[in-house]
């Protein structure tokens, strides 16, 4: 995954497509850790099935970043650091791993829906965002559920349609 790139930098590319954004708190955002993660969130988003995106609070006090709060302009980014999405967010809940609901499971959409797809999904990538900053996963793990409405989609680039 590229480095993230800084508000202004995206800010500029959104007023070269000629994208005004509503009033609100700007965050910059990836989902996945992988090229194939990010690909196949951003298809779900763009599907519209994906309205949600869970993230490790640890990990946010680690990289001194806060979570994202209600109101908050989201600039969805893919692996490469380009701007694909703008979206609010709706609502947060900061709960523990084990306490994410079969409800909450299926607005985020991955796989097929359930809590126990969504369970095994997010052990496995919390226990490497654990890994990268020296912490165990644990059941209890704080997470930051962020449900989000979708405001823009931004056109596909060339260089996002080649594979190769």
Do not use: Q
Request: with cysteine.
């Amino acid at each position: 995954m590229s480095s993230t790139p800084t508000v202004d930098d995206v800010l500029r590319k959104l007023e070269a497509l000629r994208i005004e954004l509503p009033p609100g708190n700007v965050r910059i955002d990836g989902y996945g850790d992988s090229e194939e993660l990010s690909t196949e969130l951003l298809a779900l988003i763009r599907s519209g099935r994906k309205r949600a995106g869970t993230s490790l609070l640890w990990l946010h006090e680690h990289e001194n970043d806060p979570p994202a709060k209600e109101g908050d302009i989201e600039i969805v980014i893919d692996h490469r650091g380009e701007p694909v999405f703008v979206t609010r967010i709706i609502r947060v809940d900061t709960m523990a791993y084990s306490e994410v609901s079969a409800a909450y499971a299926a607005i985020e959409g991955e796989g097929d829906g359930s809590l126990r797809h969504w369970r095994e999904a997010h052990w496995a990538f919390f226990s490497r965002d654990c890994r990268r900053i020296g912490r165990e996963p644990a059941e209890s793990m704080p997470v930051v559920c962020a449900v989000f409405e979708v405001l823009e989609v931004l056109p596909v680039s060339d260089l996002s349609e080649r594979r190769g």
